[in-house]
């Protein structure tokens, strides 16, 4: 089957991932292990079949007041984008409103509103927006990154 993403100029074929392979997935740059995939294997392109159908506006709770567009590449002239949610910067999809300068990577913009983790006893909420360097904990950080490494997996 012959999918096109607009991101990538190739068509796409719909891979089974064995076990034991991995990808990269250049849509949310976290590796893709198990489920189906996207790929373009003559540019080494792969993107999970998540990553490959999301929606190119969202309505996110974090910024009511536009949708969010989202982008194959960041638009700033850096090549990066500062995610609102993690704090973390990011190189491939986002979901931005360019007004405001509001950026989230493809796998923090779908993390639930609250999820209960195993490392930690109380649900936790997820944070919109990052507070004051310090005021945030580093344990606070471990758990986020890990909810977004894992959330898909
Ligand atoms: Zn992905
Ligand atoms: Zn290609
Ligand atoms: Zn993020
Ligand atoms: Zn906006």
Redesign the pocket.
Known sequence: MEYKHFSHHHNLNLYRVQQGQTFHCSGSETSCTSDSIYACWQCNFFLHDHCGNPNRFIKHPSHPSHPLILLPSPTYCSGTFL?N????T?KSFSYCCATCEVD??L??AFLPPKVNHKSHTHELSLVHTIPEKGAFRDHDCKILQLL?ANLFT
């Open positions: 995610c949610a993690c704090g973390a990011g989230l990577h796998h923090c977004s």
